[in-house]
């Protein structure tokens, strides 16, 4: 081998081990990034001649595409779980515990306490006031509840159209990356940075769609969702799917996406299934819709039925003889008479009825009936045994959402209070199990990327590779110096 050939060999060498010294470095420094993808540098041999020395191919950047993608669907999964346990704790809050004296049951309970203790003494208008107070703090509390559930589905509506936002922003960001990238490996440039954007871009809407990436020609990616619609291919279009969503601020419990009176998804102007079982449930976004659309509604059916069931056990041809067929009973939808067709809301409507209001003077109709003009005698407990016998009373429901079974009212309260408390049990299991997993596959990825102790060792490596190149030249040049002395 001449001088020159060995002079190229240890330069060649030399020029490499810089390259490998910098990716090492920047793979040490970002050790904790996110999204960053270890570098490595590929070699090959190079052959001039009669001497060698080593080529640079290019830059490498490893990801395991297998767990990337586990990960991102653990993600989607566990933002599903998360925002269903943050609503079923929401409502599971409001509804407080039991053994409370503000909690629905709560409530519930010292109204019909004081019906028992005025009973016991109806010449007490004390009593009659509190019995007005007590059934005026229940249906306040209904309201409550109603209130709160049409707020978490408004809360829910505006998050879908938030998301929705983000989603499309993010898929647009997806395809400039693509078209960057793919330039860069045209130009025999190094994309490895910007694929760790897109990686970060990608990871950042991961969690309100469950996503797949699959891998296209030069450098770019497609992106599907894990119900197999195309949201990003640039094989078959340059553009990404075009997302949209019309927000309805406020909610009322009367508006429904089966009506119609609430905007679901479209792509590309085409309406799709906006359901968490349709093509872009499983992630945050499916859990919003899952909220608006099918819990929380569900919840307020209950509560309805709940408010509707009061209502008929204290309305005309109850215990209160003196009530016409067309009055109001001493629970109210609003002050008027309920409709049964008119049921949904009816917990956020229902009002004690205005005769018997605690403020007032009137309270007296507690114990004499809301139709009676004047005052009876004021030891006749009668009616008020009858409203403590209305609510102990197995009754059939009038509304379809307690079920057919005949129960007392207190049973029809702590079945809806043993229902909240159950789904806010599973929503916290499912949310720990997420969560578990979540943890497992991102602490799997990094044990994937960066190991900084490897990394130091490789630089070890590169150090003896660089002192070795370097004494070639040194040698070299040291014959070069003999022979110039000849």
Known sequence: MSLSGALSNALSGLTANSRSAGLVASNIANATTESYGRRTLDLSARTLGNSGGVWIDGVTRNVDPAVLADRRLSDAQSGFADEMQSFASRVETLLGPTDTAGSLVGRYAAFETALLSAATDPASDQRLKLVAQRAEDFTTMLNQISVEIQDARTDADRSIGSQVTRFNTALGRVSELNTAISDSLLRGGDPASLMDQRQRVIDDVSDIVP??????????????AASGTVLLDPDFHSDPVEISFTPQDP??????????????????????????????????????????????????????????????????????????????????????VFDPLDETGLAGRI???????????????????????????????????????????????????LGSGAQSFAQHVADFHAAIAAARLRADGEQSFSSAQNTALKELELSKGVDTDAELQELLRIEQHYAANARVITTVDELMQTLMNI
């Open 211 to 224: 996503l797949r990436s699959v891998a296209r020609e030069n450098g770019a990616v497609a992106l599907y």
């Open 251 to 336: 909610i009322t419990a009367d508006l429904s996406i089966g009506a119609g009176t609430l905007s679901g998804l479209e792509l590309n102007g085409k309406a799709v299934n906006s359901s968490n079982d349709g093509a872009l449930g499983g992630g945050t976004l499916g859990a919003q819709f899952q909220i608006r659309d099918v819990v929380a509604p569900d919840m307020q059916a209950a509560i309805d039925g709940i408010a509707r069931d009061l209502i008929e056990r204290f309305a005309p041809g109850g215990p209160d003889s003196t009530l016409g067929a067309t009055d109001p009973g001493l629970f109210t939808d609003a002050g008027a």
């Open 351 to 401: 009002a004690l009825n205005a005769l018997v209001d605690p403020a007032g003077s009137g309270t007296w109709r507690l114990r004499d009936g809301l139709g009676a003009a004047v005052q009876g005698p004021v030891g006749e407990a009668r009616l008020l045994r009858g409203y403590s016998d209305a609510l102990d009373a197995l009754m059939s429901p009038g509304s379809a959402a």
